[in-house]
């Protein structure tokens, strides 16, 4: 069988080691393709490996050989799957490979807004000690996490690993979820409704999916109900805040912080408002891409073609 990975690099930047996969059949690697390019590269490819590139319905109706497409990440946004399903095309992906990188760097960027450690050391290097004439000094504030509240909307793998960190740190937690009812056992979270989540948390985390429902989830009427100078991380996805209403709400002040791993569009635009805004933290969609996460992300591909190949596939989406 012929693989095509078209955009192999975000994976595996070459840290990792394709072998495994090139094992399983006549395997091409592009680090990058672009959209107009993927037909010309998948034109007789019996699997497909792909994560951010779009598989569209147009585009599938091009490959009449194409068996199956294994999506190199959880969301399958980037695959028409009525189409795959309309021309007979096994869609899967890879579920629950990040889910501790992610819940780690919700806590990264909370403890970077609430200890602001990168700031003070970048203060020591420009001599600010040094001159100092005490001991310590601080130009921010610094906050302590035991006693305060997050609330998490969604609670999946990584929301639930979310709580579990958060209560090491002796946070109180409340959660919003669909089915508060699957979660009976947890005898320590108080499970409300999204109004409330918004009125009574600190600290607010997105780890829920990109839905019709999620979609801008936090706008100017969620945020109007937050406390004052309330922090807001999110890990899930750009488009579950409106970036205007959360880069208002931070230059107003009522928002006190916006630590974010995703944005809207990526890589974004150079007018994206949240660029401008004060007390905004951006990193450039790193947490999933610690090297275990990507070593097991790339463990799942290789069993998901081989498990295709037998005639069993599994982590099947469409």
């Known amino acids: 069988m012929k693989i095509v990975i078209l955009d192999g690099h975000t994976l595996n930047p070459g840290d990792l080691d394709w072998s495994p996969l090139k094992e399983l059949g006549s395997c091409i690697i592009h680090p990058r393709t672009d959209q107009e390019q993927v037909v010309e590269r998948a034109c007789d490819a019996d699997i497909v490996l792909t994560n951010k590139t779009v598989m569209s319905a147009d585009t599938l109706a091009m490959l009449p050989n194409l068996k199956c497409i294994g999506v190199l990440a959880t969301g399958v946004n980037v695959v028409d799957l009525e189409a795959a399903k309309q021309h007979g095309i096994i869609v899967t992906n890879v579920p629950g490979y990040s889910t ?11 403890l970077e807004m609430t200890q602001h450690v990168g700031h003070h050391a970048k203060l020591v290097q420009e001599g600010e000690w040094v001159s100092c004439p005490d001991f310590s000094f ?28 958060a209560q090491a740190f002796r946070m109180l937690v409340l959660v919003h979820t669909a089915h508060p009812e699957k979660y009976l056992q947890e005898t320590n979270i108080e499970f409300v409704d999204i109004d409330k989540l918004f009125s009574d948390a600190d600290v607010i985390s997105l780890n829920c999916p990109l839905t019709e429902k999620t979609e801008t989830l936090v706008d100017t009427a969620h945020l109007a109900r937050i406390k004052q100078g309330a922090l807001l991380i999110n890990t ?7 970036e205007n209403a959360v880069a208002e709400a931070l230059e107003e002040g009522y928002l006190g912080g916006y630590a974010t791993d995703v944005l809207s569009q990526e890589p974004p635009n150079e007018d994206n408002p949240l660029f401008a805004a004060p007390n905004c933290l951006i990193t450039p969609h790193i947490a999933w891409a610690t090297a275990e996460a990507r070593q097991r992300l790339l463990d799942v591909v290789v069993t998901n073609v081989a498990s295709f190949q037998k005639g069993s596939p599994q982590n099947r989406v469409a």
């Open 100 to 110: 501790e990188s992610v819940a780690q760097m919700v806590f990264a960027l909370l």
């Open 138 to 165: 601080r130009e921010t504030p610094l906050v302590e996490l035991a006693g305060k509240t997050l609330g998490i909307v969604g609670f999946g793998q990584i929301g639930q690993q979310v709580a579990q960190i």
């Open 236 to 242: 899930g996805r750009g488009q579950l805040i409106n």
